[in-house]
């Protein structure tokens, strides 16, 4: 049967409190033995004790950070901006004609068509700005239309309307473009902030008590 360790030593005591813990198979045939246990016995029942023990340990954790890699963003390249053109009529020949126009802006296009279409871009300009100019003052009418059709403004308004307007003409295609412009202050007037204007061969009364802003080609702009 193997060797045999007569009395209880305290590893034999020890393994013996492990069988009764936790049972061993065959621990009966050994108890009938006496003082008497063969080393492999106990050899054997300190092995299972032992992977018992290690079987229920606290689990252990990692005492470094665990880093997650995250991959690199790709560099995106940004397209260079859009120079700005050198004059106003770059500028409008870089813009798309505008199928149709809602009825304030058409208003606001009438208008620059009428009063303008003889005078350089920026005279027209200049016009369009005025009258956006006059729809954001408490002074005038709040609306392109109201401002357009306000008695006594504009010579070329019969009444409640406007001249016919040739729509196939360069003219009308430039003054609705001129239209949006204005109306986005997509580009700066050389008159910008006038609230008044008109014709250098006129000098009419209220003229006096203005400030001169500037005069393009046949207008002058006042504030």
């Not at 030593?9 to 409190?17: C, E, Q, T």
């Not at 308004?157 to 473009?177: C, D, E, F, H, L």
Request: overall charge neutral; hydrophobic content about 40%.
């Amino acid at each position: 049967m193997g060797r045999k360790v007569k009395g209880a030593s305290a590893l034999s005591l020890a393994v013996m409190a492990g069988i009764a813990l936790f049972g061993f198979e065959g621990t009966s045939a050994y108890a009938e033995m006496g003082d008497y246990v063969p080393v492999e016995a106990i050899e054997s029942v300190a092995e299972s004790v032992t992977t018992q023990q290690d079987d229920q340990a606290a689990p252990s954790f990692v005492s470094q950070p665990v880093v997650q890699t995250i991959p690199e963003t790709p560099e995106v390249e940004t397209q260079a901006a859009v120079p700005m053109a050198a004059n106003l009529g770059d500028y409008l020949a870089g813009l798309p004609t505008p199928e149709g126009l809602d009825k304030q802006l058409n208003c606001l296009a009438g208008a620059i068509y009428h009063e303008s279409k003889g005078e350089p871009l920026s005279g027209q300009l200049a016009v369009a700005r005025v009258i956006v100019a006059r729809a954001e003052s408490p002074k005038f009418p709040s609306s392109y239309c109201g401002v357009v059709y306000q008695r006594h403004q504009f010579s070329f308004v019969r009444g409640k309307s406007m001249p016919a307007i040739n729509k196939s003409s360069r003219a009308w295609q430039r003054a609705k473009k001129l239209a949006l412009i204005a109306d986005e202050n997509g580009w700066e007037s050389e008159a910008e902030g006038a609230l008044y204007f008109h014709a250098n061969y006129v000098r009419p009364r209220w003229s006096r008590k203005m400030t001169r802003l500037a005069q393009i080609d046949n207008h002058i702009f006042y504030r």
